[in-house]
């Protein structure tokens, strides 16, 4: 049995190969502007992956930001099932995040120290997008908009997002809506501030958890964020740990407390009262 040959004499079942300019993919992957981006300041072999996976992270910021945005736009228009749907796959995109640790949780301390120079001030505080997360899961620091004034674009997003209902706020809308006993206090509250536990509503999902057939889609909704949850606490602490591995309690880049800090960030829960909630019922 013989195959048709084109032009290029391939058979005729073979792919594409010729194109006028770049291909396809390039044009929609940008794939060499993504593999041109590290511009390497040490001799060290170990600086590539640390840049890379570091860029890696940025991209799944990123990902995560748009679905929580999606989450939270979907929630203000009550719909329910599109904003499961976002925060199932951001649950995906936080495993492939947390998992981005595991090249560098292993540094030692010279490993790091070999290269670590490069980074100058910078530091993973300094990150817009991360912060941008941050924002989303309730947690806002007008403070943190400070090491961007010298990009307007990127302040210029970040105050907006300051200023907007966070994913959880969005969510306890959404609880009131349905007639649920959300305190005005906290519908109101001002949301360029860190969100703090009530009381008030840590008895509404205990009343949520405890039956959960009286508001099926509700009670989902909250068990999806406690997977999500669960997942940035993961991320805090693995961060921590590769940390401490390399580089002990020594101050951090860009002059942050390095594990001290890592340490309080570990030990606070985001949406707190689907934790607290559980002792109740």
Partial sequence: MSNTLDASGAGSDTPNLDFAGTTPYEDYVQADVLTHLQHLRSDDPGEMVFLV???????????????????AKALREDRVPVAMDALKRSLR?????????RPLAQLTPAQFNSYRGALGEGSG??????????????????????????????HAELEK?????????????????????????VLDRDLSRRYE???EVEAVWTALYEDPDAHPDLHRLGEALTDVAELVWRWRNDHLVATRRAMG????????AGVSWLEKRAQKNVFPELWTARSHV
């Fill in 161 to 185: 997002a300051l200023h907007e209902p966070s994913l959880y706020d969005e969510v306890l809308r959404l609880l009131a809506r349905r007639g649920l006993p959300v305190p005005q206090s």
């Fill in 53 to 71: 996976t570091t860029q890696v992270m940025e991209l799944w910021f990123t990902v995560i930001v748009h679905e929580w945005e999606t989450a």
């Fill in 125 to 154: 505080f300094q990150s817009a997008m991360y912060r941008r997360m941050e924002f989303l899961l309730g947690e806002k620091s007008a403070s943190m908009l400070v090491p961007h004034r010298g990009a307007p674009r990127v």
């Fill in 249 to 256: 309690a020594k101050t951090g880049t860009g002059g942050s």
């Fill in 93 to 101: 995109e936080l495993e492939a995040l947390n998992a981005s640790w």
């Fill in 197 to 199: 536990a009530s009381p």
